[in-house]
């Protein structure tokens, strides 16, 4: 029987318990850093924000200056470009209009406009490059910037008059650099808090499949203390009474060899019952070594059958087998004859067809020993067909059953047929229909048929 690490009651208060601190201590961390990440960006957005207003004021003096400068020029002189101006261009005025002289906006940028003469003007034009960037825009469009400016736009101070078209903004490269450290740590912070919850979500799902195979294995022990406990109950009440009866001196020679042989047949059942304890633990959990070793399957399967036929006539079962002779296969015979005889059993014990009947069929397919075992009994539904495998598995009340058993036996029996590298599998049409076990064991070959006779 394989152990279980089972846990206690104060060991699952104390896990759980250290989750949700430890869940609670993480999330406090995660809302705490994306805080902490974001009031990172909110300063350093202020300090270019600062910078920018900073070089705003800058410009408005050193534009003002230089406007002065242009100014006081002698009429028809061209200014050469000096900072912050970077170009100076010449251009005709249009006769229809009067000549401009001060701040205008020339074709999308800033500059200082003064009259030259003889339907001429000079434009001195802005440098938009600095160690900021001059943004230069009608007032429509600077509106329209703030409007769509949010918390994670870039800084910008606008000027003042006569400049209220203009407007500073903090570096494109160095603002996306900050954007792009801001994201990162987002991500960081977000991984890390997906990764733990992750972890205390497997955790959990842990301890529940952990919890549902201890519960799973207490319904089990209870199956097979009820069960163990109503299979003791029965041959022990039948030997007392038939000892009592002899003991009484009511009977005669006759019924007292029959009292005796009941209770001979009950101490059987005991017997039977004590071994299928001790498979457990002999061919579980790699307790016991199989001696495995080239043997007769057909000759070992033969063995069993008539083993069964007493069991099978006392029934009433109709036992019908279908043997291939001279199949060998690398088996251990004491323990596969376990395996035979607990599917026999299990076969005879639900046959309740009209008549109940067994159909036993052992045949070579492709290098493969196949044993088949047929019965018309209750069927096994759909749902357990694999739980049937279960040790101490059985379906409904242990106490009620009419059919007797401890449900251990197909656990051996498939326990055993592992270690030999083979496959014991049960199909049902459902309910009602019956049953076939199909025992599949590899390395099998038929003996020719002048070896078979020698």
């Known amino acids: 029987m394989r152990g279980a690490t089972r846990l206690g009651f104060g060991q699952l208060v104390a896990f759980v318990a250290v989750a949700l601190v430890l869940n609670a201590q993480f999330t406090w961390w995660v809302v705490y850093s994306l ?29 003002a200056e230089a406007a002065r400068g242009l100014q006081e020029l002698p009429p028809g002189v061209i200014p050469a470009p000096t900072p912050p101006f970077d170009d100076v261009r010449v251009v005709d005025i249009d006769p229809s209009l009067p000549p401009a002289s001060g701040w205008i906006d020339y074709q999308g940028r800033a500059g200082f406009a003064r009259p030259l003469g003889r339907g001429r003007q000079v434009v001195a034009l802005l440098d938009p490059q600095a160690p900021y960037r001059w943004l230069a825009a009608i007032s429509a469009d600077l509106e329209l910037v703030e409007a769509r400016s949010g918390e994670t736009s870039r800084p910008q101070a606008a000027l003042g008059a006569p400049f ?8 494109f490269h160095r603002w996306e650099e900050l954007l792009d450290r801001y994201r990162r740590r987002v991500l960081v912070v977000l991984g890390e808090g997906i990764f733990f919850f992750a972890a205390i979500a497997t955790a959990v799902m842990l301890l529940w499949r952990a919890l549902s195979r201890e519960g799973a294995l207490e319904r089990q022990h209870q199956n097979f203390v009820s069960a163990v406990t109503h299979e003791l109950k029965t041959p022990i009440a039948g030997i007392r009474l038939a000892l009592e009866t002899v003991l009484s001196r009511r009977v005669d020679d006759e ?14 059942r005991l017997g039977d019952l004590v071994e299928k304890v001790l498979e457990v633990t002999r061919y579980t959990g790699g307790a016991h070594r199989l001696r495995i ?13 008539r083993a069964a036929e007493r069991r099978a006539l006392a029934r009433g079962v109709d036992l019908a087998s279908e043997v291939a002779p001279g199949i060998q296969a690398p088996i251990d015979p004491e ?29 070579l ?9 047929k019965d018309n009994g209750v069927g096994i539904a759909g749902a357990e067909i694999e739980a049937i495998f279960r040790p101490f598995y059985r379906a409904g009340d242990e106490v009620t059953r009419r059919t007797p058993g401890t449900g251990i036996g197909l656990f051996v029996a498939r326990e ?14 459902g309910p009602g229909k019956g049953a076939t076990f199909r025992l599949v064991l590899p390395g099998a070959e038929a003996l020719g048929e002048e070896e078979f006779s020698g």
């Not at 019924?255 to 059987?268: K, S």
């Not at 397919?365 to 075992?373: F, M, S």
């Not at 055993?416 to 049409?429: C, F, K, N, P």
């Open 335 to 363: 323990a596969l004859a376990i395996v035979i005889s607990n599917l026999l059993e299990n076969a005879l014990k639900y046959a309740q067809g009209q008549p109940p009947r067994v159909e036993v069929r052992l045949r």
């Open 365 to 373: 397919e492709r290098g493969e020993a196949v044993l088949e075992v």
């Open 35 to 63: 805080r902490e990440n974001r009031q990172r960006l909110d300063l350093q957005r202020a300090n270019l924000g600062v910078r920018a207003s900073e070089a705003a004021v800058r410009l408005e003096a050193r534009a």
């Open 255 to 268: 019924g007292r060899t029959r009292f005796l042989t009941n209770a001979l047949a009950d101490t059987e």
């Open 164 to 171: 209220t078209r203009l407007a500073v903004t903090a570096d």
């Open 416 to 429: 055993i047929v592992g270690a030999h590298g083979g496959r014991l599998t049960a199909a049902s049409d």
């Open 293 to 305: 070793a080239p043997g007769d399957l057909s000759q070992l399967v033969e063995d069993e059958l």
